[in-house]
């Protein structure tokens, strides 16, 4: 069972640049496709703003929104997956999770329902 540890997050200006963390045991991330998600203030729903695929699928998709600004990486010996993101607007603020599973194969935008394990979510915020 993979459990995902949230870190970073917090409150920024508009222009300025945050990293969130997502470190994974229970389990390796290269076996998972990993999803950043963020639900915006007051929203219901969790957009995809990021996917990276495992080693055995393929892809990686960022959204119009924040492709070119948000770069998703992966740290191997660490188990890690990063979101650095770059040039934050305050349409970025949100609660951003972390999302994994085994069975997503190909990066897009995804539905939350297909990924069983989860960060516990970071609130990002970004005044103007």
């Known amino acids: 069972q993979v459990q995902l540890l949230q870190s970073g997050g917090g409150l920024v200006q508009s222009g300025e640049s945050l990293t969130l963390s997502c470190a994974a045991s229970?389990?390796?991330?290269?076996?998972?496709?990993v999803v950043w998600f963020r639900q915006a203030p007051g929203g219901k729903g969790r957009d995809t703003v990021s996917c990276t695929a495992s080693r055995t699928g393929t892809g990686e998709y960022y959204p119009p929104s924040v492709k070119g600004r948000f770069i998703a990486s992966r740290n191997n010996a660490k188990n890690t997956v990063y979101l650095q993101m770059n040039s934050l607007q305050p349409e970025d603020s949100g609660l951003y999770y972390c999302?994994?599973?085994?069975?997503?194969?190909?990066?897009?935008?995804?539905?939350?329902?297909?990924?069983?394990?989860w960060g516990q979510g970071t609130q990002v915020t970004v005044s103007s």
């Open positions: 999302a994994a599973s085994e069975t997503v194969l190909v990066c897009g935008p995804r539905s939350p329902h297909e990924f069983p394990y």
């Open positions: 229970g389990g390796s991330l290269d076996d998972v496709a």
